[in-house]
């Protein structure tokens, strides 16, 4: 695609997004908003997972730390600002101490490959939900409290369709910048061949350390943001095995690794769970596994992988038929 | 000293059953190199198969540990030779993941479908019957179950050592190509130690059903715990999981005991992240590793 082409119809769909919750009504609203939160941890989880291909099975600890160090710095050191300027501090907090944590554990953890990495990742976010849960300053067990930030006058469902979709846009910028530079290649390198990469003089170390704790960061955002949308909540309301699961299904079915796979994931399981099956509930593990099987049995890139090679076929045979 | 020692002994019998849960699992892993998510769901299968034939037909849990094993036997002969077969001959070894992950989710839900989100047990007769050891107190039905324990991890280590089939299955694990050029089917062996290993989880499902209370959702806990065993005992035989197993059962009741019961699961991950840093083939190492 011609770049003035890809800016103008970015710029369209943002527009057409950015009056969307006019049209929508309340509950509608809410699906858009969860769909632009979850993308967004899917696309944050992909930095990690999918261009450095360390999959991480724990990255709701990050939500879970995010959304803590939020409230617990509202409740012990006090508010600044009122309405969403009161956000601020607290964000950059959970932004801070996310990616502070990440880069503590990133070095041990990333010594592990493959699915040790994996199993350690989910290994951390128990231990770190079981210590919110335990350790009685946390107060997970009980549970914190975030004041809303929601100006008067405005709902608070498109609030936070506004927030969602600030830092999925966020995320998805974060991602295109990583994609098109040398980190993302860095990043691709060692996914093919880290071994490789390294003797090549790429600083694999580094790089995936960076990778890790920008990921971590941006969950924490995402967590800290969820923390405020639902306003109370306990440790079993963010450290939750189902969003780290989503985040890999998501980015698996659109296409790990690709700049709109985890999106088009995203939107595609969402639309199946949310929208098709909202009155299944007990069969939605059912339903989300058949797809995540039949995933890689019949497309193992995703859905943007089998489209890139159907396209690819296609052309070959044009170019067959050419004398 | 008594509570330490009473503590120990508890830790010692689950450990036991962590060892029976874990080894088919870690067979798997040694021989085909696959981390199978599905486990878990074949040990809560077996529980759940023990449950409705003591209910239903009345038939003990240790004698029912013989018709599980056959049927998930053939369950996991047929799972290894089409979705796992196919998984790994079209994407990856790490699309397997994957796919027994999905798996494992279609079944939990089935499972929760079939006999309801309810935390279930069994409970036969003899099971509140307690023997005293000196002045320490163990339940019967866990002595039993430990011992059951031991022989089926015995006889396992037998035809692994022994047997022609044993054999077989050693020489696809250490190295596929030489060992289909001799004249073994390495596909067929492989299903055969996917059987194998699902047979060994259910019958570890029936005994734990008589130990502990049990559910669908409990299966990822067992899938767990299976690969922490591996990790500390080490891939791919019946010694390293009962090393593994026995040392998980340690952990788990001196923590209960000493730290606080609710950190149980803290503390094994922990010692699970700090053994993968220290030593990541395990205490005994991987009986297959050297030529890999």
Redesign the interface.
């Known amino acids: 695609m011609k770049k003035p082409l890809a800016i103008l119809i970015g710029i369209v769909v943002l527009a057409v997004l950015a009056l969307l919750p006019l049209w929508l009504g309340p509950f509608y609203t809410r699906v858009v908003q969860f769909f632009f939160f979850s993308a967004a941890l899917a696309l944050s989880w992909n930095i990690l997972g999918g261009f450095a291909g360390y999959w991480s099975f724990g990255h709701t600890a990050f939500i879970g730390i995010g959304a803590f160090s939020a409230a617990l710095f509202g409740m012990n050191v006090g508010t600044f600002g009122t309405g969403p300027v009161s956000m601020i501090v607290p964000l950059l907090v959970a932004g801070l101490v996310c990616g502070l944590f990440a880069a503590v554990i990133a070095y041990p953890t990333l010594r592990l490959r493959g699915i040790y990495f994996a199993i350690v990742m989910l290994g951390v976010s128990q231990v770190v939900s079981e210590l919110v849960n335990n350790i009685s300053w946390f107060q997970g067990g009980v549970g914190v409290f975030l004041t809303s930030p929601v100006p008067s006058g405005v709902a608070p469902e498109d609030f936070y369709y506004y927030m969602f979709g600030g830092l999925l846009l966020l995320a998805f910028l974060i991602t295109l910048l990583i994609k098109h530079t040398r980190f993302g290649y860095a990043l691709l390198a060692i996914r093919e061949d880290e071994d490789t990469a390294m003797m090549l003089g790429v600083a694999t170390e580094r790089y995936k350390i960076l990778a890790f704790v920008l990921s971590a960061v941006l969950v924490g955002l995402l967590g800290a943001v969820y923390g405020y949308s639902v306003g109370y909540f306990t440790t079993y309301t963010v450290f939750r095995l189902d969003f780290s699961l989503n985040m890999i299904v998501f980015c698996l079915i659109g296409g790990i690794g690709t700049l709109f796979g985890p999106i088009i994931g995203t939107a595609v399981m969402l639309f199946i769970t949310q929208v098709l099956l909202s009155r299944f509930l007990d069969i939605h593990l059912l339903i989300t596994g058949l797809i995540v099987v039949a995933i890689i049995l019949l497309m193992p890139g995703g859905i943007l992988g089998a489209l890139s090679r159907s396209r690819r076929s296609s052309l070959a045979r044009k170019a067959e038929v050419q004398p | 000293m008594m509570l330490f020692l009473q503590t120990t002994l508890n830790g010692l019998v689950l450990g036991g059953l962590y060892s029976l849960a874990a080894v088919g699992f870690s067979l798997i892993f040694g021989v085909m190199g696959i ?1 199978n998510l599905t486990h878990g769901v074949f040990v809560v299968a077996g529980a759940y198969g023990a449950l409705l034939l003591f209910r239903h037909l009345g038939i003990d849990p240790f004698i029912a540990i013989i018709p599980i094993g056959i049927v998930l036997f053939a369950i996991g002969y047929a799972y290894q030779r089409t ?1 796992i077969h ?2 790994i001959s ?3 070894l ?2 397997s ?3 027994t ?10 499972m ?2 079939a006999f309801g989100p309810d935390v279930q047990t069994i409970t036969p007769s003899y099971s509140f019957t307690s023997i005293a050891l000196g002045p320490l107190q163990i339940d019967l039905v866990r002595l039993v179950a430990l011992g059951a324990s031991l022989i089926l991890l015995l006889v396992l280590a037998l035809v692994l050592a022994r047997t022609q089939f044993g054999r077989a299955v050693r020489a696809t694990a250490q190295q596929p190509l030489a060992a289909e050029l001799s004249g073994l089917s390495v596909q067929r062996l492989h299903g055969l130690t996917f059987g194998l290993s699902a047979a060994l989880a259910g019958a570890s499902g029936a005994i734990i059903g008589i130990v502990q209370p049990f559910s669908a959702a409990s299966e ?1 806990a067992w899938t ?1 715990n299976a ?1 922490i065993v591996v ?1 500390l005992g080490g891939i791919g035989s019946p010694a390293g999981a009962l090393v593994g197993g026995l040392l998980l059962g340690l952990i788990n009741a001196y923590t209960a005991q000493y730290v ?1 019961p ?2 149980t ?2 503390m094994m ?2 010692v ?2 700090l053994m ?2 220290v030593r ?1 083939q395990g205490l005994l190492g991987n009986s297959f590793g050297e030529s890999r």
């Open positions: 981390v979705i196919w998984a079209r994407a990856s790490v699309a993941l994957v796919v992950f999905g798996v494992a989710m279609i079944l939990r839900n089935l929760q479908l990822v767990l690969f990790v606080g609710s950190l699961t803290a991950f922990l699970l992240v993968l840093l990541p």
